[in-house]
């Protein structure tokens, strides 16, 4: 089956660092990423759509200028978090889509991010 | 407006009984999918099902059985003689399927805890 992986799959970093996470798409090509987070016992909230060779979309409520995100290639995508801070800290968890597969939908492992 | 909603925050379950874990939802797209995810400890996503809105028929895999009622909008999900394994936080989402992104709305999320 089509695999995602994610790298780290967990980081601690300061408060005010840059970290960045990446999400491939190993056996398969996702023109189409989704970034969620997730805080600690609550639900996967989506952060973002990511989009080879364009801009990624961001819903509401979520900085684009702290997230960036960049979809280079058909297999990766990366979420930068920028100036983190503690309540940065989360599971963030991507997705690839399958274009090949009629839109199949994979999820990463996910990254556990801790701010100190 | 998406929505999707899991009335059960927690389940806690003995070992062999049957359980029900809700889900309601909303979408003024006639068509859509619909999705369980299992997430346990680990916190990697575990895909269970995707009901087409044109699918009502109920499924049945093993223990598992959902039954997806388009009159009442709601996604159940059975799990018969339930097991330790089971233990986990179990997503409904839901999908539109125009747009071609297929990002999901997951719901709140059930912590199912079987006992021995």
């Known amino acids: 089956g089509a695999v995602v992986s994610q790298h780290p799959s967990w980081v601690i970093c300061k408060s005010g660092t840059s970290v960045k996470i990446e999400c491939r798409s190993l056996?398969?090509?996702?023109?189409?990423m989704f970034w969620y987070r997730q805080f600690p016992k609550q639900s996967l909230m989506l952060m973002a759509t990511?989009?080879?060779?364009?801009?990624?979309?961001?819903e509401q409520g979520v900085e684009k200028d702290k997230f960036l995100i960049n979809h280079a290639s058909l297999t990766l995508s990366t979420l930068t978090v920028t100036s983190a801070h503690p309540e940065d800290s989360s599971f963030y968890i991507c997705?690839?889509?399958?274009?090949?597969?009629?839109?199949?939908?994979?999820f990463g492992p996910g990254t556990r991010l801790t701010v100190t | 407006a998406q929505k999707v909603t899991q009335a059960q925050t927690e389940i806690s379950v003995v070992e062999k009984e049957d359980v029900t874990l809700d889900c309601v939802y909303e979408?003024?797209?006639?068509?859509?999918?619909l999705f369980w995810y299992k997430q346990p400890p680990s916190g990697e996503l575990v895909f269970l099902i995707r009901?087409?809105?044109?699918?009502?028929q109920n499924e049945i895999s093993g223990r598992y059985s959902w039954n997806f009622q388009k009159s009442t909008s709601s996604f159940n999900f059975t799990i018969t003689a339930s097991q330790v394994v089971d233990s986990a936080v179990y997503f409904c989402?839901?999908?539109?399927?125009?747009?071609?992104?297929?990002?999901?709305?997951f719901g709140a999320g059930t912590r199912l805890a079987v006992h021995p």
């Open positions: 997705s690839a889509i399958d274009g090949g597969t009629g839109g199949e939908q994979y």
């Open positions: 056996d398969f090509q996702a023109t189409t």
């Open positions: 990511s989009n080879e060779g364009s801009k990624a979309t961001y």
């Open positions: 979408t003024r797209d006639t068509t859509y999918y």
């Open positions: 009901r087409n809105s044109f699918d009502e």
């Open positions: 989402a839901l999908s539109e399927i125009s747009g071609g992104y297929n990002k999901l709305i």
